[in-house]
């Protein structure tokens, strides 16, 4: 055991020994090989300066092109998905023929991915992601990650709702029904197919009931018309939903509370 750990150290010293020396070095052609090997081991921490240093020196040469896209690339590796992403679109807009192109505008989204933070958070990213895989299938529309896209900006996009509906919802738990109706309502506009489609037009109806309850006498009668026509369109589309009773009670005490608005008003 004491001798193996002789060996690491021993070992350790002559890997920054040999690191020290390609720092040194006045030779882009051995510094390129040695980020590149660095790069391929995994080793992105020690790979990056030196590929820093060659952005600047190959800058104007053949070289400039795969010096930048890997530069990019350690960015992603090391997790710095910020700079990556600024790397990866400046490379496809620089270098907009590449054979790399392709490739980091896919990255430049999968960076913001990356960066998509749960659905309490703020969503800008989440949106950016969006927008940049958007990009992408418009100027690849035949790229054989497709569906890939797809299916990533399906991830993205259920953040969004559930962000979206939790809003909506804390609307509804804080009792402030008008801005209830007019988040839930946005929400089936914005995403016409979301998964939550079913609560959100439950709570819709929850929430005209309750803002014509509380509402003067001169709106009572429009709002509680907006609940039961919100009522039709649920049970129209989730004859079999669990919220359906609960549904029906709002609609019928909206029927009654209308024909007695009717009667005081005759």
Aim: glycine share 4%; aromatic share 16%; charged share 25%.
């Amino acid at each position: 055991m004491r001798y193996l750990l002789i060996f690491v150290v021993l070992l350790s010293a002559a890997s920054c020994g040999e690191y020290n020396q390609v720092l040194k070095s006045n030779d882009p052609e051995y510094k390129y090989s040695k980020a590149l090997e660095y790069f391929e081991a995994g080793d992105c921490y020690r790979a990056l300066p030196i590929f820093e240093e060659l952005i600047g020196v190959t800058r104007g040469t053949q070289r400039a092109e795969q010096v930048y896209y890997y530069y990019a690339h350690v960015h992603y590796c090391i997790g710095d998905y910020y700079l990556a992403n600024y790397y990866f679109k400046n490379f496809a807009k620089t270098y907009s023929t590449s054979e790399f192109a392709e490739e980091c505008m896919f990255l430049a989204a999968m960076c913001n991915y990356n960066l998509s933070p749960n659905s309490t958070l703020d969503q800008q990213d989440t949106q950016a992601a969006i927008d940049e895989f958007q990009l992408y299938l418009n100027k690849f529309p035949n790229s054989e990650k497709v569906d890939s896209c797809y299916k990533l900006i399906g991830d993205l996009n259920l953040k969004l709702e559930k962000k979206a509906f939790d809003i909506a919802s804390l609307y509804v738990k804080t009792e402030k029904h008008k801005a209830a109706v007019i988040a839930l309502e946005n929400m089936l506009n914005d995403y016409p197919g979301t998964v939550y489609t079913e609560d959100v037009m439950f709570l819709i109806i929850k929430s005209h009931f309750s803002y014509a309850e509380r509402s003067i006498e001169m709106k009572k009668l429009e709002r509680y018309e907006a609940c039961t026509k919100s009522y039709y369109n649920f049970a129209a589309r989730f004859p079999d939903s669990g919220n359906l009773k609960e549904a029906e009670s709002f609609f019928k005490r909206s029927v009654k509370a209308m024909e007695k608005l009717e009667v005081a008003t005759n």
